[in-house]
C-alpha cells in the first residue's frame, strides 16, 4: 500500500513537472525579443546565394549554399510581398524556428494563442511541436526575414524540392501536384507536419499518395532525400 502511494505522489509530480515545462515552452514562443540586427549572425558562406523566387506568390526564399542535414542551423532570407500569407499551419517536431524581422510588420499565429504582431528589430522563437504560421501584416510594405532553423536536419532538401514543383508545374508553391506533395511529405515525417491534423491521418493518407506517386513515377521528380 505504501508503495502504491508513493509511486501515485511520482507520477503527480511528473505530471506537473511536464505541464510545467509546457507552459514555460509556450510563454518563450510569445515573448517576442528586440534585438539589433548587427548582433545577427551571417553564414560564412554568405556569397553562396540560392534564390528561390516564386513571383506568382510574390515571396523569395534566398539560402546561403547547399542543404547540408548535419549542420547546427540553416538560416535563409525570405521575402513576403505586401498582404501576403506565409505557409499554411504546420509543425517542427525536431526544430526551433526563429523568425528575425529585417523590415515591414509579421503576424505570427501560434495554436491557442493571441496572434502576435512583431516588426523591424524584434524577433520570436518557436519551439518545436507548435503549430504556427505567419502573414504580412502591412498591406503596403514587402515583410523581410531571417528564419533560423535549428538544427537544420532536412529542412532546406524540403523547402526546395516543395518550392521547384510548384514552380514547375505552374508558378505558385499552391501548384504542387497532390502525388508529390503527398510523397514529399511522406518524406518528411520524421520532422515536418499539418498542424491540424492527427499524426496518424498524415501517415495514412501521405503512405497512400506517396505509393500512387511511386507506382505512376511522380515519385522520380521529387529528389532523393539526403542521408
Do not use: C
Amino acid at each position: 500500500m505504501k508503495n502504491n502511494k508513493s509511486a501515485s505522489k511520482q507520477e503527480v509530480t511528473q505530471n506537473i513537472d511536464v505541464q510545467q515545462r509546457e507552459d514555460t515552452r509556450i510563454k518563450v514562443a510569445l515573448n517576442p525579443g528586440k534585438i539589433k540586427m548587427e548582433d545577427v549572425a551571417h553564414p560564412d558562406n554568405v556569397g553562396k546565394e540560392l534564390v528561390l523566387d516564386v513571383k506568382k506568390d510574390g515571396k523569395s526564399y534566398i539560402f546561403y549554399g547547399e542543404p547540408d542535414n548535419r549542420a547546427p542551423a540553416v538560416e535563409f532570407r525570405h521575402v513576403l510581398a505586401p498582404g501576403g500569407a506565409g505557409p499554411e499551419p504546420h509543425i517542427h517536431t525536431k526544430q526551433t524556428e526563429t523568425f528575425h524581422i529585417i523590415s515591414g510588420i509579421m503576424v505570427a499565429s501560434l495554436k491557442g494563442q493571441k496572434d502576435v504582431r512583431l516588426g523591424p528589430g524584434e524577433m520570436i522563437d518557436v519551439p518545436p511541436g507548435i503549430v504556427h504560421s505567419f502573414t504580412n501584416g502591412s498591406k503596403e510594405e514587402p515583410l523581410v526575414l531571417r528564419i533560423v532553423i535549428e538544427p537544420a536536419l532536412d529542412f532546406q532538401w524540403f523547402m526546395t524540392e516543395a518550392i521547384k514543383s510548384g514552380i514547375r508545374n505552374g508558378g505558385s508553391q499552391k501548384d504542387m501536384p497532390l502525388l508529390e506533395a503527398g510523397h514529399l511529405m511522406w518524406l518528411s515525417r520524421d520532422q515536418q507536419r499539418i498542424g491540424g491534423m492527427p499524426y496518424v491521418m498524415q501517415d495514412i493518407l501521405f503512405g497512400i499518395l506517396s505509393l500512387f506517386a511511386r507506382i505512376t513515377g511522380s515519385a522520380k521528380n521529387i529528389s532523393t532525400k539526403p542521408q
